[in-house]
């Protein structure tokens, strides 16, 4: 699992109906300390998070469709919490 | 998930019988503001998509096995969505 | 599966039930030789890792979901032993 | 999925009996237009591939057990198709 | 899968019981040409390689707990092969 910074969402209308109703977060990839470190994913939303907001994100399929309930769902990135604080020796 | 424009299809008569009759899209990677990000990939057409267009990309066998109703096909990466917007905070 | 100091841990209030109560570490990835390597991993512990200790990594969804007893649990990276020494040629 | 080039096989007397008989590519990654991207996969050959040509590998353990009807191999990564042409917009 | 060369073993006590009596073993990842490549990885012996030998690792869960015969082990990455020669055209 890795951090991200949720930078908005993907709008698409033609696609697979698992993503009904789905938000579609794009994430910045950051580093332990709050900055980008580089690439973006697009997680699906199991907990309600908005922009500007860091996120801990799994991304691995199986796990992915338990989270979502849905055992056959075409999804590998879901954002499965916000980060409060990452506490770090420096 | 990631992003990708896709840029055309390869052309294969010796393969696994998985593959007839599916397309399978060269998508470019792209960022989240549509530029080339680096790289490629092989993905096989779960939605319509054609040249030019803006596309969600699932790399996953289990949840690509899934989407195309075939429990034990030999493939990843699929279509999964057409990207009308993507809405980010610039 | 590969080695990581442990730096910290995150914060998180709002996350998935499966994470209630687990422990979240911050892991900077390290060669062979103990230097950082880049890049870092958030994993759950498996086993009772502290800050400034080598562990091993698993980076894979179902083997995690075992080590922790959780079948369906959203997870993919933990921590998995920890490591006394790294005996390599030099 | 993506795109290689055959390069030549590996030979190893002492492995898992799962590769007895099995030929297994030595495959240089290539990009959409045919150059040698970095890196190279060893895969197994499902189709009958030979040096030289370029081919389409899927690098996925579930998927490739499938191919090779053998539901307990060590096995991730297998070339399923010789390319004959990748068609793309320039 | 991919070519690596062992350069040592790990030293833990204090891990998950299925590590008990296994190797687990330092190996550098090499290109076809046995060059280090960069990057290497932690990975159980189930075949007996020791320091120097060119090896054949599989990074892949599933089929790595089916070759060590154990069906919930955390594991994902596997010596399963010695490599007497890679035949690659120059």
């Known amino acids: 699992m890795f951090l991200g910074i949720v ?3 993907i709008v698409s ?3 697979h109906p698992f993503y009904d109703g789905r938000r ?7 580093d332990e300390h709050g900055k ?3 690439g973006y994913i697009i997680a699906v939303a199991a907990v309600d998070a908005g922009v500007g907001q860091r996120v ?3 991304d ?3 796990g992915a469709r338990q989270v979502l309930a849905n055992s056959s769902g075409p ?3 879901v954002v499965v919490g ?3 604080a990452v506490e770090v020796e420096t």
């Not at 579609?24 to 950051?30: E, H, P």
């Open 7 to 9: 930078k908005g969402e």
């Open 13 to 15: 209308t033609i696609n």
């Open 24 to 30: 579609m977060l794009v994430c910045d990839r950051i």
């Open 36 to 38: 980008p470190s580089g």
């Open 56 to 58: 801990l994100i799994l």
């Open 60 to 62: 691995e399929g199986n």
């Open 75 to 77: 999804v590998r990135s």
């Open 82 to 84: 916000i980060v409060d």
